[in-house]
């Protein structure tokens, strides 16, 4: 085995393969690392391949389209132990890798390039980029998963390639960049970051990189990795300020800072009381999900939680929900009927008729939610070893 594989992702690079490649045989020559230059190329049409293969780098042909398809198939063919991935636009200078060597070789499993530490070169960067979306999504990045990574999007980035092996990455387009190190820092892996420069391109045509809508696939990554923030967090603060604002309505109309809040508030509750509750359990069943595949990693306090909740107990504390409702219901209805089932004060009804509906409802959500658990908590059957033929077994 190598000990280090630089690759490059290249689509119609011809301009500037050549200087990227050579660049890295420096390095490699300079430092005496026993490594290769690999190119996953994913269709060129511009003799890219011939290029490459003329000045000594290995060439493998990728024919799921995306940057992430590109490098995830070169990242399977590197035969180095580490492998340092950057743009083939030579707008990285591979001549001076020796940082992410050193910190590789230190133990990390992931080294990222931080361009806005090391240096953006004038031009090199649009300015949405450079002051809105990289920033923006890099901090949401760091919020979220509690990362020192300051540059998500780095393109230079070294790592071990049997670390970043074993998260099994899939994104075929450039929502690569992030989930690499989202899925790195869930699964505990050592990253660093070293400063890096970034040269404007030397491509003649526009970049392959589309703005909004590469920035909403990493915003969706960022989203979609994240249950806690995405349906926990914000499920517990409706549910929350629902519930008190329910019970407080539920007796009568509340005056607040001189302002009167009666039935129309009520209904308001009674909505965020719904949403937050169904919330905590998406957050639930997407976790579950989420192990169930190792997308992320459980603790201790899910796999209780997994031990407790079944279908039964989710059956029955719908019913309870639902029995309440239905009691609640009835009651307003016997209390009508006594009245001679005249006509109904609006603020009146109002407040049974919402404390039985929301009852229901939430009997609905346990018992449904609880059965979807338990679909997506069933054991998956292992398929039985096949059974020697009788001949074979007399052999």
Same mark, same amino acid.
């Given at each position: 085995m190598k000990e280090l594989t630089i690759l490059m992702p290249c689509l119609n690079e011809a301009e500037t393969l050549a200087a990227c490649i050579t660049k890295a045989q420096g390095f490699l020559s300079r430092t005496g690392i026993d490594g290769e230059v690999l190119i996953a190329d994913n269709g060129s049409t511009d003799g890219s391949q011939a290029i490459a293969e003329s000045l000594g780098a290995r060439v493998v042909p990728v024919p799921r389209k995306g940057y992430g398809a590109a490098l995830g198939a070169g990242i399977a063919a590197a035969e180095g132990r580490y492998v340092i991935m950057g743009d083939s636009d030579d707008s990285y200078d591979f001549s001076r890798l020796d940082a992410f060597v050193e910190r590789l070789r230190d133990g990390a499993d992931l080294v990222m390039g931080n361009r806005f530490a090391g240096g953006i070169a004038p031009g090199a960067m649009p300015?949405? =980029?450079?002051?809105? $979306?990289?920033?923006?999504?890099?901090?949401?990045?760091? #919020?979220?998963?509690?990362?020192?990574?300051?540059?998500? =999007?780095? $393109? %230079?980035?070294?790592?071990?390639?049997?670390?970043?092996?074993? %998260?099994?990455?899939? !994104?075929?387009?450039? @929502?690569?960049?992030? @989930?690499? #190190?989202?899925?790195? !820092?869930?699964?505990?892996?050592?990253? @660093?970051?070293?400063?890096?420069?970034?040269?404007?391109?030397?491509?003649?045509?526009?970049?392959?990189?589309?703005?909004?809508?590469?920035?909403?696939?990493?915003?969706?990554?960022l989203l979609t990795f994240a249950p806690f923030s995405l349906f926990l967090f914000p499920g517990l603060a409706l549910l929350g300020t629902g519930l008190a604002a329910f019970v407080a309505l539920l007796a009568g109309p509340v005056t607040l800072f001189g302002?009167?809040?009666?039935?129309?508030?009520?209904?308001?509750?009674?909505?965020?009381?719904?949403?937050?509750?169904?919330?905590?359990?998406f957050h639930v069943l997407a976790r579950l999900f989420a192990v169930r595949f190792e997308l992320l990693p459980t603790s201790a306090r899910f796999e209780r939680l997994r031990n407790w909740l079944t279908v039964d107990v989710a059956c029955r504390y719908g019913?309870?929900?639902?029995?309440?409702? #239905?009691?609640?219901?009835?009651?307003?209805?016997?209390?009508?009927?006594?009245?001679?089932?005249?006509?109904?004060?609006?603020g009146t009804i109002a407040r049974p008729a919402a404390l039985a509906v929301v009852l229901a409802t939430l009997g609905v959500q346990s018992v449904t939610n609880g059965f979807l658990w338990g679909l997506l908590n069933q054991r998956v059957p292992q398929p039985a070893a096949p059974q020697a033929s009788p001949v074979a077994a007399q052999a």
């Open positions: 300015v949405l =980029h450079r002051y809105l $979306g990289n920033p923006v999504l890099s901090t949401i990045g760091r #919020v979220l998963y509690r990362t020192p990574v300051r540059d998500f =999007h780095c $393109g %230079l980035r070294g790592f071990n390639r049997a670390a970043i092996l074993n %998260l099994r990455l899939d !994104t075929p387009g450039m @929502e690569f960049a992030s @989930e690499m #190190v989202i899925r790195s !820092t869930l699964s505990g892996l050592r990253i @660093e970051e070293v400063p890096t420069t970034l040269s404007k391109d030397g491509r003649s045509r526009p970049p392959h990189l589309k703005s909004w809508r590469d920035g909403w696939r990493h915003l969706k990554l302002a009167r809040f009666d039935t129309a508030s009520l209904i308001l509750a009674s909505a965020l009381v719904l949403t937050g509750f169904q919330l905590v359990w019913a309870a929900f639902l029995i309440l409702g #239905v009691t609640v219901a009835l009651a307003a209805v016997t209390a009508w009927a006594r009245a001679g089932f005249g006509d109904l004060d609006p």
